[in-house]
């Protein structure tokens, strides 16, 4: 059997992976808070794990893996965007609006998701679903003394909790002096976080023995694995900006509701997105969502593969030459791919790129190995266990239809005048043209050959066409 290796966070280290039970692999990941579209950044992590759900899939059986990722559906800014569609005269109450709010919201993510080739998990638990276990589970904390009520909140006594900061390395004091931490006249210490908060008439809640009131955003991940997953699991991931304070908070509540549980044995983050080398940002206009780039015409295999180009403990930073980079090599391998079979399995590099610590750098190498070596079954076998080549997705790439016959022969006698006059400048400037409407231009000594390539625009085509025929 294939042993992954896998860098763990909490121990700074690469570690081979030895699930709990082989039979019953498990995997938790921090899914979307549902008020808006996901952005490229609310991707990458579902592209990671995504990728880490396949090769445990392909390495225990499709059958022994279970993955859970949350929707966070409760949320200041869900209630914000539902009080605002009530003051506009949204008929419902609160309650109804945020629900048609949330189920929006998910069906965007799932389309977008699906868009991307993501696998859906085994369980897409909603917080509201869960009230009952994050209640439960808050009264063995403050029985155990880790908790503790006050004015109708309920807070986390982080100092209970001796090993609270070794997920992020810094101690308590450090976090207090380095941090911003909300100064409360109910918080006996600045570091508690809240389990539990009150809600007035004006925002949804449930009843419990703290009052009406509504989860911190931290118990409920908490809650979610446990009841999914048991109080000890293997995998827990999600983006590195998740790394302090959620998920610290949740290992210091899950190891107190759960002593000597464990919680999660192994953690992974992936690191952050950039656009053209900045931060993305709505102040910088580089802010997009996935369905923004589907919109304009970038196909999700697309956005994946840019994606895979890079490590996922790397920040990834997303531009138009790697997206047209990727979608020239989708191209070229579904070319080849074209009515083969893939082969009975992967190809042996691809895997063990893939179990060393989710090398998808090294995997991709090992693909463009094998288009070379002629090996296409293994090519579209190795590619399939990437998320690429996969037939629902391949649509996008069907080679346009164009007639190409009159600009080919135009091109082929200006290169023919050229070649006597050594002058190239109209085959430079025609061919320059084709380019920018996404012609392959090939020209040797067989001749000129030109064919749709990426980013084919048969409307400036078409100008082009209409300009030759003027002169």
């Known amino acids: 059997m294939t042993t992954i290796r896998l860098h763990d966070t909490r121990t700074r280290s690469d570690r081979d992976f030895v699930p709990i039970d082989p039979s019953d692999v498990r995997m938790y990941v921090c899914g979307p808070t549902v008020y808006d579209r996901a952005h490229l950044g609310n991707a990458r992590p579902v592209v990671v794990?995504?990728?880490?759900?396949?090769?445990?899939?392909?390495?225990?059986?499709?059958?022994?893996?279970?993955?859970?990722?949350?929707?966070?559906?409760?949320?200041?800014?869900?209630?914000?965007?539902?009080?605002?569609?009530?003051?506009?005269?949204?008929?419902?109450?609160?309650?109804?609006?945020?629900?048609?709010?949330?189920?929006?919201?998910?069906?965007?993510?799932?389309?977008?998701?699906?868009?991307?080739?993501?696998?859906?998990?085994?369980?897409?638990?909603?917080?509201?679903?869960?009230?009952?276990?994050?209640?439960?589970?808050?009264?063995?904390?403050?029985?155990?003394?880790?908790?503790?009520?006050?004015?109708?909140?309920?807070?986390?006594?982080?100092?209970?909790?001796?090993?609270?900061?070794?997920?992020?390395?810094?101690?308590?004091?450090?976090?207090?002096?380095?941090?911003?931490?909300?100064?409360?006249?109910?918080?006996?210490?600045?570091?508690?976080?809240?389990?539990?908060?009150?809600?007035?008439?004006?925002?949804?809640?449930?009843?419990?023995?703290?009052?009406?009131?509504?989860?911190?955003?931290?118990?409920?991940?908490?809650?979610?694995?446990?009841?999914?997953?048991?109080?000890?699991?293997?995998?827990?991931?999600?983006?590195?900006?998740?790394?302090?304070?959620?998920?610290?908070?949740?290992?210091a509540q899950s190891a107190c509701a759960h002593p000597g549980a464990g919680f999660a044995n192994y953690w992974l983050h992936n690191e952050m997105l950039l656009v053209e080398g900045r931060k993305m940002s709505k102040s910088l206009g580089n802010f997009f969502t996935v369905r923004d780039l589907l919109d304009r015409g970038v196909p999700g295999e697309v956005i994946r593969l840019v994606m895979l180009m890079t490590h996922y403990r790397s920040p990834m930073d997303w531009t138009e030459d790697k997206a047209r980079q990727a979608e020239a090599t989708l191209r070229r391998w579904r070319g080849l791919a074209a009515g083969i079979e893939p082969a009975a399995s992967p190809a042996p590099a691809v895997v063990d790129a893939l179990a060393c610590d989710l090398n998808t750098a090294g995997a991709l190498a090992a693909l463009h190995a094998l288009a070379a070596a002629g090996d296409v079954p293994g090519l579209v076998a190795s590619a399939r266990l990437m998320g690429l080549l996969e037939p629902a997705m391949g649509a996008w790439a069907e080679a346009p239809s164009a007639d190409l016959t009159a600009l080919t022969a135009r091109l082929g006698a200006l290169r023919a005048a050229a070649l006597a006059t050594k002058d190239f400048a109209q085959v430079d400037a025609l061919k320059a043209a084709l380019t920018a409407a996404g012609v392959e231009v090939r020209m040797s000594k067989a001749g000129v050959e030109l064919r749709p390539g990426p980013g084919f625009d048969p409307a400036?085509?078409?100008?082009?066409?209409?300009?030759?025929?003027?002169?």
């Open 49 to 251: 794990f995504d990728g880490l759900f396949r090769l445990l899939r392909h390495v225990y059986g499709a059958d022994h893996v279970t993955y859970v990722r949350n929707f966070t559906d409760v949320d200041d800014k869900i209630n914000a965007e539902a009080l605002r569609r009530r003051q506009a005269g949204a008929p419902g109450t609160l309650e109804d609006l945020i629900r048609a709010r949330t189920e929006e919201t998910i069906a965007w993510y799932h389309a977008d998701m699906d868009a991307l080739g993501a696998l859906r998990p085994s369980h897409e638990p909603r917080a509201t679903d869960y009230i009952g276990r994050m209640i439960a589970m808050i009264g063995r904390l403050i029985d155990r003394g880790h908790a503790y009520a006050r004015d109708g909140h309920v807070l986390f006594r982080v100092r209970s909790y001796a090993d609270y900061g070794r997920l992020s390395g810094r101690s308590v004091d450090d976090m207090i002096a380095g941090a911003r931490v909300e100064v409360a006249p109910f918080k006996e210490d600045p570091m508690d976080f809240v389990l539990w908060k009150p809600s007035d008439a004006g925002l949804p809640g449930w009843d419990s023995p703290w009052g009406r009131g509504r989860p911190g955003w931290h118990i409920e991940c908490s809650a979610m694995s446990e009841a999914l997953l048991g109080p000890a699991f293997d995998i827990h991931g999600g983006g590195i900006d998740l790394q302090f304070p959620h998920h610290e908070n949740e290992i």
């Open 460 to 471: 400036r085509l078409a100008a082009l066409e209409e300009g030759e025929a003027r002169e």
